[in-house]
């Protein structure tokens, strides 16, 4: 995730296009609940891949997740998060929910599910709703983004910066308002960078900027070779290739970004 500071700091529900982002600083705490054994940690201490930051989220059981009660009749929802679907037994498995109120009735207005081959947004329990489905890198982190508006189209990117490209696929959102937001589900999944807007799409983070700097250069490959060798977790993204560790096949891939490859 982001930073420490970011991670226990919340700030939800801001006036305009921003509900919040959720940097765990390993630590749940950001949440409303934690259910099910969910647990943020490093990858040095708990062995919990991360796709930026210094920690992610981990679901040991099923049905675990964490919740996020500050929406508050919400009818248009954007979020952005990162899923990692290696290890998860096969089935179907719900890994995002938005609920109708704050408590734990089925009550969704949609929700997203991982069949162990794609990633599908149902959103049948609203009225008027429909779902779609768009193919996921089983062994990969997957860039999820959505964006619902109650009456409206809604849509879906798989693995496509929501900022620059066309959605990967769209939906009827059907009707209804938005309170409760949960994440997990899967016995181990795991979660990075969630974030929630009003009106504005995220997009994805800066591949390859493992200090956090906003831009791509030497001083990333430095960054990346000192989380490889032990000596500091880079808190930006240094999982260039988001193959769920890093390596030195991060560092190979942020010189291609580097050289312009």
């Not at 001083?219 to 060798?229: R, V």
Request: glycine letters at 14%; proline letters at 2%; aromatic letters at 8%.
């Amino acid at each position: 995730m982001k930073t420490a500071t970011r991670l226990i700091t919340l700030t939800v529900l801001l006036s305009g296009s921003f509900f919040g982002s959720f940097a765990l600083a390993c630590s749940t705490d950001a949440w409303t609940t934690a259910a099910g054994g969910a647990i943020a940690g490093d990858p040095v201490v708990e062995g919990i891949a991360r796709v930026s930051g210094t920690c992610g989220l981990k679901i040991p059981t099923d049905g675990g997740h964490v919740a996020d009660n500050s929406p508050a009749d919400e009818t248009v929802f954007i979020g952005r998060f990162y899923f990692y679907p290696k290890g998860i037994a096969a089935g179907t498995n719900t890994i995002f929910a938005a609920l109708s109120d704050e408590g734990n009735s089925d009550s969704d207005v949609f929700r997203i599910d991982y069949d162990g081959t794609n990633i599908i947004l149902d959103a049948t329990a609203a009225t008027g709703g429909g779902s779609t489905s768009v193919a996921a890198d089983t062994t990969h982190w997957n860039l999820i983004e959505f964006s619902w508006t109650s009456g409206g189209q809604g849509s879906l990117w798989v693995n496509a910066d929501a900022l620059t490209e066309g959605a990967s696929s769209t939906f009827a959102s059907g009707t209804g308002s938005i309170d409760r937001v949960e994440m997990g589900g899967a016995e181990g999944a795991l979660f990075d960078d969630y974030e929630s807007h009003r009106s504005l799409a995220v997009g994805s983070l800066l591949i390859g900027d493992s200090n956090g700097n906003g831009s791509i250069n030497v001083f990333d490959l430095i960054s990346i070779q000192n989380d490889i060798l032990g000596n500091s977790l880079a808190n930006g993204q240094p999982d260039c290739n988001l193959n769920g560790s890093v390596n030195v096949f991060d560092l190979i891939c942020t010189q291609n970004i580097i050289l312009g490859n």
